[in-house]
């Protein structure tokens, strides 16, 4: 996998328990750096009284 951050997205779903087929992970991995090459800076601008959220709750009513 050709990522532009340190991190293994393969890894990190088996972690976390998801079953998410390699092709389609391949895929989200780019978005997934794309995205944390965003907001990286912008977490780092946070000031130290402030942490950012590590983690969000997906709403599967929004999907609908």
């Known amino acids: 996998m050709s990522t532009t951050s340190n991190k293994d997205w393969k890894k990190i779903a088996k972690a976390s328990g998801l079953t998410i ?3 389609v992970l391949e895929r989200m991995a780019h978005t997934l750096d794309a995205l944390e090459a965003d907001f990286r800076p912008l977490a780092r601008a946070l000031p130290p009284e ?5 983690a969000f709750r997906a709403n599967p009513e929004a999907a609908e």
């Open 21 to 23: 087929p390699d092709a």
């Open 50 to 54: 402030v942490e950012p959220a590590l």
